[in-house]
């Protein structure tokens, strides 16, 4: 069963344009990821949060979390047509035992 | 080379023939995923593997089986396969407190 989910299922912005992703989970978790695949390809890790984390930035992309609301985003600013993808949340509740669960993923669409 | 390989890229074959899909890594990781990717459904974990010694099945693992040959090798087979098992199969590792390193996938068609 999927832990993540993510919203919008699907989004189309104009390059240029910062895309606003949202992911809510039901458990407590250790850390929550982002990944980004593009059509058919393996998933790419872009960045990790954990739990004692609010916000992190990577280049272009900011990831916040509220664990008290169990719920993050993937902000990318300044989008450009490559970022077009499917982007995938996924949470680890950091047991000894661990393993992702992924939500059902964002189809990103950017226009040039 | 590739952190994680998979083998084939792409396969078809016949219901009821067993095939095994090969994955191997050179993260130098313990950890090792199989997971099944189908539209609309996203990612599901059907095996997973902590060390040589160590395999769990996860949510799907029914139909499946996996070998942990080495650190670096771990495999899935599909006994005597079905057409609803025609997906997108990802093989992953993972360093402690790291995000996961993906393969390229198999993409299975069962016909």
């Known amino acids: 069963s999927q832990q993540g989910e993510e919203d919008p299922q699907a989004l189309s912005i104009q390059e240029g344009e910062n895309a606003t992703m949202n992911c809510s989970y039901k458990?407590?978790?250790?850390?929550l990821q982002w990944y980004r695949q593009n059509s058919g390809r393996g998933l790419v890790h872009l960045i990790l949060i954990r739990s004692n984390e609010r916000e992190k930035h990577s280049g272009r992309l900011r990831v916040t979390l509220d664990t008290s609301k169990k719920s993050s985003s993937l902000l990318i600013t300044a989008s450009r047509a490559a970022d077009t993808a499917s982007y995938f949340c996924?949470?680890?509740?950091?047991?000894?035992?661990?393993?992702?669960?992924f939500g059902k993923g964002i189809t990103l669409s950017v226009r040039p | 080379d590739a952190d994680v390989t998979q083998t084939p890229r792409n396969r078809i074959t016949k219901t009821g023939k067993r095939i095994m899909l090969e994955c191997s890594q050179t993260k130098g990781h313990d950890r090792m995923y199989w997971y099944r990717q189908d539209p609309g459904l996203g990612l599901r974990l059907i095996y997973y593997s902590f060390d040589v010694k160590d395999i769990n099945k996860g949510e799907i693992s029914d139909g499946y089986s996996v070998s942990r040959q080495a650190q670096a090798k771990f495999s899935l087979s599909l006994e005597s396969a079905i057409p609803n098992q025609t997906a997108l199969y990802f093989c992953?590792?993972?360093?402690?407190?790291?995000?996961?390193?993906f393969g390229s996938g198999t993409r299975l068609t069962v016909v």
């Open positions: 996924a949470t680890d509740n950091g047991r000894a035992n661990s393993k992702l669960t």
């Open positions: 458990t407590s978790i250790n850390n």
């Open positions: 992953a590792t993972r360093g402690t407190g790291e995000g996961y390193t």
